[in-house]
Structure formats: C-alpha cells, structure tokens
Nanobody
Framework: QLQASGGGLVQAGGSLRLSCAAS????????MGWFRQGPGNTREFVAA????????YYADSVKGRFTISRDNAKNTVYLQMNSLKPEDTAVYYC?????????????????WGQGTQVTVSS
C-alpha cells in the first residue's frame, strides 16, 4: 500500500514537499516514481528513483526544480518541489515498480498511491 501526502495550495514560486509512505512490501527492493495528472490531461511522468536512491530521473518540465529522494529506513519517498508554477497544478501520484527501467511508462508500474492534490496559484 502507498499513501501519498503533502499536497496543498501554494503561490507561484513557492515550495511543497510530497511524501509517499509504503507498507506491506519490501520497500528497498523497488524503484519509485511520481506522476501527475492535471485537469483535462493524461497522467504524466514527473520523476523516478532507483531502489538504492543512487539514480534519479526527471521529466524535462521539472528538471532543476524538483528533487526526488527516499529513506528506505522509513519506507518513504519524497518529492521536493521548488519554484512551483501554475502549470504544476495536478493530482500527484506515487508508484512503485520492480525494475529501474521504462520509468516514464505508467502501465509498467505495479502499485499506485491514491494521489495528493497540488494547486499553484498565479
């Protein structure tokens, strides 16, 4: 089970940190990803991190502004979002997969969290 939290309303230029807590699985064996789905849009890849945390991959739209990290002792993955823009407004989902490959392909993730709303006002 994955439980995402940390969303909210923030002004443009502000920051938020999302968390995704995992339970019922060997968290440190899985790669983790964040996706988002804005109003009227399809779900899009945001960032991913390898099981060890040693490798990260970002969508071009968030590179340099967002940072993904994980704490395997706490079974939690984080998404630090800085310099937020109105176009970052979306429901953010965490997801988990066995292999650190095909990271942008949402159908290849095994389990999904319930999503947390991020709204950025201009």
């Amino acid at each position: 089970q994955l439980q995402a939290s940390g969303g909210g309303l923030v002004q443009a230029g502000g920051s938020l940190r999302l968390s995704c807590a995992a339970s019922g699985l060997t968290f440190s064996s899985y790669a983790m990803g964040w996706f988002r789905q804005g109003p009227g849009n399809t779900r899009e890849f945001v960032a991913a991190i390898s099981w060890s945390g040693g490798s990260q991959y970002y969508a071009d739209s968030v590179k340099g502004r967002f940072t993904i990290s994980r704490d395997n002792a706490k079974n939690t993955v984080y998404l630090q979002m800085n310099s937020l823009k109105p176009e970052d407004t979306a429901v953010y989902y965490c997801a988990i997969k066995r292999r650190y490959t095909a990271l942008t392909e949402s159908p290849l993730y095994d389990y999904w969290g319930q999503g947390t709303q991020v709204t950025v006002s201009s």
